[in-house]
């Protein structure tokens, strides 16, 4: 429980890209906005076939939550980042 802050903070410092709006919530209940729920929707699908699982969010489906076990590593967090930001700079803009 004590890592919970620094873990939200590194995915807060890195999940920095122009199709992500801001990213909401708090320790590791976040959620990255969207301009279209069109980048929501590739976001998931995609980072599920890469084998990271993302879900939308019920009431904004231009959202996608993270909600990762509270045990996971820093080494995984940065690598489930990797896997965002590699779907997102493929997205056309």
């Given at each position: 429980?004590d890592?919970?802050?620094?873990?939200?903070?590194i995915?807060?410092?890195?999940?920095?890209?122009?199709?992500?709006?801001?990213?909401?919530?708090?320790?590791?209940?976040?959620a990255?906005?969207?301009?279209?729920?069109?980048?929501?929707?590739?976001?998931?699908?995609?980072?599920?076939?890469?084998?990271?699982?993302?879900?939308?969010?019920?009431?904004?489906?231009?959202?996608?939550?993270?909600?990762?076990?509270?045990?996971?590593?820093?080494?995984?967090?940065?690598?489930?980042?990797?896997?965002?930001?590699?779907?997102?700079?493929?997205?056309?803009?």
């Open positions: 429980m890592s919970i802050s620094t873990k939200e903070k995915f807060k410092e890195t999940l920095k890209h122009p199709l992500i709006k801001k990213i909401n919530g708090k320790g590791l209940m976040l990255m906005i969207f301009e279209e729920k069109s980048t929501a929707n590739t976001l998931v699908l995609n980072a599920l076939n890469k084998g990271l699982i993302l879900f939308w969010l019920l009431w904004n489906k231009k959202a996608v939550r993270i909600s990762p076990p509270l045990n996971i590593t820093e080494d995984e967090i940065k690598k489930g980042c990797n896997i965002i930001l590699n779907i997102l700079n493929n997205i056309p803009s």
